[in-house]
T-cell receptor
Framework: AQSVAQPEDQVNVAEGNPLTVKCTYS??????LFWYVQYPNRGLQFLLK??????LVKGSYGFEAEFNKSQTSFHLKKPSALVSDSALYFC????????????FGGGTRLMVKP | KAGVTQTPRYLIKTRGQQVTLSCSPI?????VSWYQQTPGQGLQFLFE???????NKGNFPGRFSGRQFSNSRSEMNVSTLELGDSALYLC???FGGGDHYEQYFGPGTRLTVT
């Protein structure tokens, strides 16, 4: 069975500072990893994915994520946070033989203060 | 290209009734997945349809069912509604049946059961 953990319910950062949202995962085979963002009363927006290749993945809106196989982690990062980045962030994993079934973490609320 | 559309956006039903939710995927996408989002349980996978066939099913009772039409549009049905079925139901579409394709989510249908 696959699982995802986002250990922080909320992350607070000041605008202009770097941000990190943590994610660890567990799958039986090779993982496909995703980050999504959700704004109030909206669906999920795709940010980035790791399938294979470079461990540092670049995505939308200046976000990037680092895949670490030994630590089974896929942390989301951004060098300089914006107030508009404040939202709910979800990490998700898909086992390579599980079709399109995503397993999501519990979500981390990012609050960026001016 | 138009995104994933879901209708209706909001719905209020009474316990014991049934409800049908509709999802139109992005043009050319053949896979449609459904997820339930609640404050307590987070995002949970319901089922996935690919080329009109159910490929995966989550751990939900048989009251939850779905189908996909030849034009890839999908419907989800919940019979004998319970208060606990109140949730945001999200539909996601993907071009392929897995591998490296990411899923794109619609805005969701907010179902309230009274």
């Amino acid at each position: 069975a696959q699982s995802v953990a986002q250990p922080e319910d909320q992350v607070n950062v000041a605008e202009g500072n770097p941000l990190t949202v943590k994610c660890t995962y567990s799958v039986s085979g090779n993982p496909y990893l995703f980050w999504y963002v959700q704004y109030p009363n909206r669906g999920l927006q795709f940010l980035l994915k790791y399938i294979t290749g470079d461990n540092l993945v670049k995505g939308s809106y200046g976000f990037e994520a680092e895949f670490n196989k030994s630590q089974t982690s896929f942390h989301l990062k951004k060098p300089s946070a914006l107030v508009s980045d404040s939202a709910l962030y979800f990490c998700a994993v898909r086992d390579y033989n599980a079709g399109n079934m995503l397993t999501f973490g519990g979500g981390t609320r990012l609050m960026v203060k001016p | 290209k138009a995104g994933v559309t879901q209708t209706p956006r909001y719905l209020i039903k009474t316990r014991g009734q049934q409800v049908t939710l509709s999802c139109s995927p992005i043009s050319g996408h053949r896979s449609v997945s459904w997820y339930q989002q609640t404050p307590g349980q987070g995002l949970q996978f319901l089922f996935e349809y690919f080329s009109e066939t159910q490929r995966n099913k989550g751990n939900f009772p048989g009251r939850f069912s779905g189908r996909q039409f030849s034009n890839s549009r999908s419907e989800m049905n919940v019979s004998t509604l319970e208060l606990g079925d109140s949730a945001l139901y999200l539909c996601a579409s993907s071009f392929g049946g897995g591998d490296h394709y990411e899923q794109y989510f619609g805005p969701g249908t907010r179902l309230t059961v009274t």
